[in-house]
């Protein structure tokens, strides 16, 4: 059974900082590339950041670039999210996503996290 466990959220003020973890079980974890999705109160899904299965290329959501920091450590399962300066509207439930297609026929393999909540606010 594949798990993906996330942790890190909280309460934090206006300027802050979390960091986000997400540990993953039942999968071959460097296979897959993982993201990070947010999804604020009465708000669709938004992609926040992306990471590939080596670590090597990194991509982030306008709203958060120069703010926010996507890591990996295969040997851990894990991928972080670095957040830094906090600001209300990144007030969401964040959740972690593992996603791969291989194979033939292409086949696509894609998990999800139950989520974490992160509130800023003063």
Do not use: H
Not at 27 to 43: C, D, E, H, I, N
Not at 44 to 53: A, F, K, M
Not at 108 to 122: E, R
């Amino acid at each position: 059974e594949v798990q993906l466990v996330e942790s890190g959220g909280g309460l934090v003020q206006p300027g802050g900082s979390l960091r986000l973890s997400c540990v993953a079980s039942g999968l071959t974890f460097s296979s897959y590339a993982m993201r990070w999705v947010r999804q604020a109160p009465g708000k669709g899904l938004q992609w926040v950041s992306s990471i590939n299965n080596g670590g090597g290329s990194t991509s982030y959501s306008d709203s958060v670039k120069g703010r926010f920091t996507i890591s990996r450590d295969n040997a851990e399962k894990t991928v972080y999210l670095q957040m830094n300066s906090l600001q209300p509207e990144d007030t969401a439930v964040y959740y972690c996503n593992a996603g791969l297609t291989t194979g033939v026929p292409l086949r696509k393999y894609n998990y999800w996290g139950q989520g974490t909540q992160v509130t800023v606010s003063s």
